[in-house]
T-cell receptor
Framework: ETGVTQTPRHLVMGMTNKKSLKCEQH?????MYWYKQSAKKPLELMFV???????ENNSVPSRFSPECPNSSHLFLHLHTLQPEDSALYLC?????????????FGPGTRLTVL | QQQVKQSPQSLIVQKGGISIINCAYE??????FPWYQQFPGKGPALLIA?????SEKKEGRFTISFNKSAKQFSLHIMDSQPGDSATYFC???????????FGSGTKLNVKP
């Protein structure tokens, strides 16, 4: 595998379920990000991790819980989600945190909350 | 409040034509402006980027025009091809931290 991979690619869950999204980067990068992409809306940055430390939590509801066990893996734990949380969740990574370091995106997980 | 406003929401262009997508921002502290291209089923990928010290940057058929005084920037795709059909996002970043504010996207359809 190369680049940034995300699993699962599609997920349907009920409002009472608990599920996790997984992201893995094979680029040797130090920073990883979670974004939410909703139709006709700007990409929303959710969380940022740099060297496994969370550096940004963009006022995301607590029903979303990120985990970064190492620089290559990033998880997004989901519980008691709402239908409005249905969206494409994108993971990205970059070599560094400063400007000019390109963010490489994964293909996303399409989440549907029933 | 949306930091970066993008238009149009969708665009249809004939093959060989010029595609133009516009973005506007308010925060004068933004100092890095990338454009991303996203194909269905894929994540966004960096296409081209500009800093406010230049008014234009060209890479192949893709050109960014930047108007600092108007706080606007645009993407021009010359000789548009069906393979360019994708969703394009503009973005802006402030300072030395890799946090982007994205536009809402433009879905481009280039007809053969």
């Amino acid at each position: 595998e190369t680049g940034v991979t995300q699993t699962p690619r599609h997920l349907v869950m009920g409002m009472t379920n608990k599920k996790s999204l997984k992201c893995e980067q094979h680029l040797g990068h130090n920073a990883m990000y979670w974004y939410k992409q909703s139709a006709k809306k700007p990409l929303e940055l959710m969380f940022v991790y740099n060297f496994k430390e969370q550096t940004e939590n963009n006022s995301v509801p607590s029903r979303f819980s990120p985990e970064c066990p190492n620089s290559s893996h990033l998880f997004l734990h989901l519980h008691t989600l709402q239908p409005e949380d249905s969206a494409l969740y994108l993971c990205a990574s970059s070599q560094g945190m400063s400007q000019g370091y390109e963010q490489f995106f994964g293909p996303g997980t399409r989440l549907t909350v029933l | 409040q949306q930091q970066v406003k993008q238009s149009p929401q969708s665009l249809i262009v004939q093959k060989g034509g010029i595609s133009i997508i516009n973005c506007a921002y308010e925060n004068t502290a933004f100092d890095y402006f990338p454009w991303y291209q996203q194909f269905p089923g894929k994540g966004p990928a960096l296409l081209i980027a500009i800093r406010p010290d230049v008014s234009e940057k060209k890479e192949g058929r893709f050109t960014i025009s930047f108007n600092k005084s108007a706080k606007q920037f645009s993407l021009h795709i010359m000789d548009s091809q069906p393979g360019d059909s994708a969703t394009y996002f503009c973005a802006a970043m402030e300072g030395n931290f890799n946090k982007f504010y994205f536009g809402s996207g433009t879905k481009l359809n280039v007809k053969p």
